[in-house]
């Protein structure tokens, strides 16, 4: 059976990368850490490391078990945390996962909303894709989380927030820029820079408003994240159909929006681990988030006229 002090040496020889770092990092000898590596791969069935000349290399499967370790200890860290700040009296934190863009858009604004009454207390912004916070909020490794909307998920309970409709993006002195609004159909044939299919419920919604109007763009490049979009047409890689946080961002490197009339909104939420007690610091950190995507400015109108906006519930 698998001892936690065997997972530490294994976790902290693949941190330092030698079994002399990890023994310093143990406090522990050298012979020490080879033993409870070693009986850890006795007690798994499989080698972590394959060792020749002295050297220790992982394996493929050492590499796998590592990245499961690294998540778990995550969370083991998070308890020692809040365990220290009980014993020395230090505020309660908050800790919330956030969508890439919204980290460098909204939640600057957000944070000094919350400031303003809770200077003093520290908060943890994970940024990081939509499955990734899903995962995060089900093994509740953090307290809440603003993503894109998503289906029914067990263990996470949502709060819809803000409504945006999505925007077109191009380089400046582009053919288009002269238009006030895009059309799928001004689409055809131009290079695009999409979304990444696998992980976005959204490039279907694309896709669809794309085929109905019988437009066949070039879709040269596919990305995760909406600032490597703007990035791409920013350099004149092509066009992209775009959340319009950070198009005020961009504005500045060479990159137009335009409204797109593809009948195409993303809707934002406020996701929360499950059944759990809600603090008083959540809760104002909460409101700071729904004060904020009320009041954010855009530049332009590109809240949706649909669905009636703004969505508190």
């Keep these: 059976m698998m001892k936690f002090r065997q997972i530490e040496a294994f976790r902290c020889l693949m941190v330092s990368g030698t079994s002399i770092g990890a023994a310093r990092k143990m406090n522990i000898t050298q012979p020490a850490i080879s033993r409870l590596v070693s009986d850890l791969e006795d007690s798994l069935g499989f080698r972590l490391f394959n060792r020749s000349k002295g050297r220790l290399?992982?394996?493929?499967?050492?590499?796998?078990?590592?990245?499961?370790?690294?998540e778990n200890f995550l969370g083991l860290e998070r308890l020692s945390?809040?365990?220290?700040?009980?014993?020395?009296?230090t505020p309660e934190g908050i800790s919330v996962a956030c969508l890439f863009v919204l980290s460098t858009t909204l939640m600057p604004l957000v944070l000094k909303e919350f400031f303003k009454y809770h200077p003093d207390v520290p908060v943890t912004v994970d940024t990081c894709n939509g499955p990734e916070i899903l995962v995060r909020l089900q093994d509740m490794k953090v307290d809440m989380a603003i993503a894109l909307d998503f289906p029914p998920f067990a263990g996470i309970e949502i709060e819809k927030i803000l409504k945006v409709n999505v925007m077109c993006a191009m380089p400046d002195g582009h053919r288009l820029t002269h238009k006030e609004i895009i059309y799928p159909s001004d689409l055809d044939g131009e290079n695009m820079i999409g979304w990444v299919p696998i992980i976005s419920q959204n490039y279907e919604k694309e896709r669809k408003s794309l085929a109905a109007a019988g437009s066949v763009p070039r879709n040269v490049i596919?990305?995760?994240?909406?600032h490597t979009r703007y990035a791409m047409v920013a350099n004149g890689l092509g066009l992209s159909i775009v959340e319009p946080f950070a198009a005020k961002i961009w504005k500045a490197n060479g990159v137009v929006v335009r409204p797109f009339a593809g009948?195409?909104?993303?809707?934002?939420?406020?996701?929360?681990?499950?059944g759990g007690i809600r603090s008083q610091l959540m809760h104002d950190f909460r409101d700071a988030v729904i004060k904020v995507?009320?009041?954010?400015?855009?530049?332009?109108?590109?809240?949706s006229s649909t669905g009636g906006g703004i969505a508190v519930l």
């Design 81 to 89: 945390q809040v365990a220290s700040n009980i014993r020395n009296e």
């Design 263 to 274: 009948n195409i909104s993303y809707e934002y939420v406020l996701a929360y681990p499950g």
């Design 222 to 226: 596919k990305t995760h994240t909406s």
């Design 57 to 70: 290399e992982p394996t493929t499967a050492g590499v796998r078990f590592y990245r499961a370790v690294e």
């Design 293 to 303: 995507a009320k009041e954010y400015d855009f530049g332009f109108d590109a809240r």
